[in-house]
């Protein structure tokens, strides 16, 4: 799809996803999803950035310690991110091996996308998606 001439260019998507404990949250995403982390910010922490192969999320925390914030589009059966990967079954492969919440199998949909689905410890949903070009 052609884009329009613009003046400047996007150059990344941070999802923010709220969640209730920062902590328990980066650490799930860290061990079981592979992303990394270097701190949390606040005290008690209420915010933390993950990273994985140059896709970063955001975790914000409630801004009241036991104030419950989450509000994942996963309780209502859509995703909250979509990643675009490389190889969608290896990916698949390492997160089950880890313990991820597998939601969907790898399957190849109608418009060329390989996709599985997996939700995070707080119910977000994410969709990891291969270009497959309609094989």
Not at 14 to 27: G, Q, R, T, Y
Not at 30 to 39: A, E, M, N, S
Not at 96 to 114: H, N
Request: charged letters at 30%; glycine letters at 10%.
């Amino acid at each position: 799809m052609p884009e329009p001439a613009l003046a400047a260019k996007l150059m990344r998507i941070h999802p923010v996803f709220l969640v209730d404990d920062i902590v328990k949250s980066a650490e799930y995403y860290r061990d079981v999803l592979g992303f990394c982390f270097d701190r949390y910010w606040g005290e008690p922490p209420c915010f933390c950035m993950l990273a994985r192969s140059g896709m970063e999320i955001f975790l914000s925390g409630p801004e009241k310690p036991g104030e419950k914030i989450m509000r994942p589009n996963g309780q209502r059966g859509v995703w909250d991110a979509y990643i675009g990967v490389d190889n969608a079954d290896a990916l698949f492969e390492e997160l089950r091996a880890k313990g991820a919440r597998i939601v969907r199998e790898p399957e190849t949909e109608f418009y060329g996308m390989r996709e599985f689905e997996v939700e995070d410890i707080n119910g977000y949903r994410l969709c990891f998606g291969q270009d497959v070009g309609g094989q």
